[in-house]
C-alpha cells in the first residue's frame, strides 16, 4: 500500500493549501482515511478523517478544513482554508483495512498505513 502526501508549502495567516493524498494504490477500497499532523517536539495529532461518507474533524480544525476524495482518482484531499500558524506541521495521509467505530477514528494507532508526511508553515 503506497500513499504519499504532498501540496504542502509555505503560507500566511488566512492563506489556504490543499494537500493531497495520490497516487494511493489498495489491495482493497478503504472505507477510512484520514489525515493526522505532528508540529515540532509534539506528538501526531488526528487532524480530519472520511469513514465511508460521513466526515470527522479535530475540533481546532473544524469550519477551516474539509476532507474530501475522488476514488476515481484514487486521491483524498485535505482542503485547509483561513490558515494559522498553530497549523504548522507535517501533514501525514493514512488508511485502515478495517472499519473502525468511530471512537476509533481519532488515534493513529487506528491505521496501518502511512504516507511521507509534506509540510505545512504558516507564517504568522
Known amino acids: 500500500v503506497q500513499l504519499q502526501a504532498y501540496g504542502g508549502g ?3 495567516t488566512g492563506g489556504s493549501l490543499r494537500l493531497s493524498c495520490a497516487p494511493f494504490t489498495h489491495t482493497f477500497t478503504p472505507t477510512t482515511m484520514g489525515w493526522f499532523r505532528q508540529g515540532p517536539g509534539k506528538e501526531r495529532e488526528f487532524v480530519a478523517a472520511m469513514r465511508y461518507t460521513s466526515r470527522y474533524f479535530t475540533n481546532s480544525v473544524k469550519g477551516r478544513f474539509t ?3 475522488d476514488n476515481a482518482k484514487n486521491t483524498m484531499y ?3 482554508n483561513s490558515l494559522k500558524p498553530e497549523d504548522s506541521a507535517v501533514y501525514y495521509c493514512a488508511s485502515t483495512r478495517s ?3 468511530v471512537g476509533n477514528l481519532y488515534s493513529s494507532g487506528t491505521y496501518e498505513y502511512w504516507g511521507q508526511g509534506t509540510q505545512v508553515t504558516v507564517s504568522s
Open 10 to 12: 509555505l503560507v500566511q
Open 99 to 101: 472499519t473502525p467505530i
Open 78 to 80: 485535505l482542503q485547509m
Open 67 to 69: 476532507i474530501s476524495r
